[in-house]
């Protein structure tokens, strides 16, 4: 059996390893791993959780407010809480200039899946379209990962879009609001098929409906923005667990990989790390190496640890984000109701817009208002703020937000790369290249959605769309492909490397093209079917 080192503690690093560990293998994982914060009164609802807390301004904003999301930020409508600020806590080293994009980085245990609203999205034949890989190479993988962490769902409308090819839990009990849309899209589905190239089911979200292996159901806290309490909402930081008590895995937090050492023929001998509290920098020898590290962090690993033995750094092409768009709605059907404050505070559906070609299709989720931050909606409510809070408050339980997301493809003018000048680690140049197509793109998907929910009775509010930076969605792919030709810096159907026999990479710089819906379902599937395909 090998000895495997991998890079990273995200989604597809974690289901690679245990897959590999499962098959006999030894494994290795360098992590900086910032570890998540004790939660604190576990069992308290949402709505009695200020009462609860010693310092609650502190725990909802910040010591200092400054996790409030404030009205003149034009970015996004939801705020990261401080007790999500360790998954994008920096650590020295890693510069970063970029144009066009606002990159993020996560160095925490468990990766950017620490702060996710759980939306698993299995992609469909159209979505695999001029990819290595197919829907028969991927589905007993996504099997595999959906039995790994549960995520409910249900044969819908959403289907040919969203393949149910895996045993799925029954999803979680719709809020009202929720349960109104779907109620006034049945009848008029026909219509909505017809003429407006809309559907709409059920979200599929990594969520316990029922008790499974240490995990408790959900029991609708309303605390989801701010960590799961009972841990029903998959997190990857659960599978690293699960992988520390196999014998063969050692786990090394406080790591940062900054590059592999190779030798005239390509092959790794070693990874070179930096201790992140300081000291020299660290060699770990190794058999192969699996970059799962982030489509951004794997790509700078590449990028120094060509430039480190070439002295010049190469330019990694094809950097790919969904857009996406926010839409703030009003459902009049639901003024009056009372909120819904103890209850899952993430999307209950989504919805796919068809497009002509099919790799344009528009898939996004819906999000009805419940204990989320309300500040930057409040503040776009004409008059003062006394008068806004009234009126908020009588329409609270009838808002909600659609998330739409656009697809994204490989273009040579979109890269990363390094720039070496001054003195300290090497800057990671990030310099995206928009679709010019993509103004066009948006302008079709706000209008059809906005035509589509005012047909099931709700109402965007104008004024309130926002279109988020690029980076925003933290999607990121297409900087080291699969291709079916030995290419220069990029991987082969089973994500080896072309260049370096003893690398492979599992996370999202392996996507060709980058389908208009969440991708890390699809990420744990492919290092599941590496790791078993492979090794």
């Known amino acids: 059996m090998a000895d495997l080192l991998v890079v990273g503690s995200g989604a597809s690093g974690v289901h690679f390893a245990l897959t590999a560990l499962q098959r006999g293998h030894r494994v290795t994982m360098l992590d900086v791993g910032h570890p998540r914060p004790d939660i604190p009164a576990p069992d308290i609802a949402f709505p009695d959780l200020p009462e609860a807390l010693d310092d609650p301004a502190a725990w909802f904003l910040g010591p200092g407010g400054e996790q409030v999301v404030y009205p003149g930020d034009a970015s996004s409508y939801y705020g990261h809480p401080p007790s999500k600020a360790y998954v994008f806590r920096p650590v020295p080293g890693t510069p970063t200039r970029s144009d066009a994009m606002v990159p993020l980085f996560t160095f925490a245990r468990g990766g950017f899946a620490e702060a996710w609203t759980a939306g698993c999205y299995a992609f469909s034949p159209t979505d695999l379209t001029g990819m290595p890989v197919t829907s028969e190479d991927l589905r007993p993988h996504y099997q595999e990962v959906a039995r790994r962490i549960g995520i409910g769902g249900v044969e819908d409308d959403l289907a040919p879009f969203i393949p149910l090819d895996a045993e799925y839990l029954p999803p979680l009990p719709l809020d009202p609001h929720s349960a109104h849309l779907m109620a006034r899209y049945a009848r008029r589905r026909a219509i909505l098929h017809r ?46 667990d699960q992988c520390e008590t196999f014998p063969g895995f050692l786990y090394r937090p406080g790591l940062l990989v900054r590059r592999f050492e190779y030798d005239g023929d390509g092959r790794i001998g070693r990874v070179v790390a930096q201790p992140v509290d300081g000291g020299p920098l660290l060699a770990v020898a190794t058999d192969a190496v699996i970059l799962a590290a982030g489509a951004l962090g794997s790509s700078r690993i590449v990028l120094e640890s060509v430039a480190h033995r070439t002295g010049t750094a190469p330019r990694l092409e094809g950097l790919m984000d969904n857009r996406q768009i926010h ?5 009049p059907g639901m003024l009056g109701t009372a909120p819904m404050l103890a209850a899952y505070q993430f999307h209950h559906l989504a919805f796919a817009v068809t497009r002509n070609p099919a790799t344009d299709h528009v898939h996004g989720q819906i999000t009805t208002l419940k204990a989320a931050s309300v500040h930057p909606i409040l503040a776009g409510i004409p008059g003062d703020l006394r008068s806004a809070l009234h009126l908020f408050q009588g329409v609270r339980s009838s808002l909600g937000i659609a998330n739409v997301n ?30 010019p197509e993509e103004p066009a793109r948006m302008a079709a998907a706000t209008r059809d959605v906005r035509r589509a929910l005012r047909r099931i009775g709700s109402w ?41 026999p003893n690398l492979h990479v599992v996370d999202g710089a392996v996507l060709p093209r980058l389908p208009a819906k969440n991708l890390t379902f699809t990420l744990m599937a492919n290092a599941v079917r590496v790791a078993t395909t492979a090794f």
Not at 490 to 498: G, H, L, M, N, Q
């Open 406 to 435: 656009l697809h994204d493809t490989r273009r040579s003018t979109s890269y990363l790369t390094l720039d070496s000048a001054g003195d300290g680690a090497p800057c990671l140049v990030v310099h995206y290249d928009p679709d």
């Open 195 to 240: 003429r407006h190239r809309f559907f709409l089911g059920r979200s599929r979200v990594a969520t316990l409906t029922g008790d499974r292996e240490g995990r408790r159901a959900c029991s609708q806290l309303g605390r989801c923005l701010w960590g799961c309490p009972s841990r029903s909402i998959y997190t990857p930081s659960q599978t690293l």
């Open 327 to 331: 839409m703030p709605f009003v459902t």
């Open 460 to 500: 965007v509010l104008p004024g309130l769309v926002r279109v988020l930076p690029m980076g925003a969605s933290v999607h990121y792919a297409g900087t080291l492909p699969m291709t079916l030709d030995p290419t220069p810096l990029a991987v082969d159907r089973s994500c080896r490397s072309w260049d370096f």
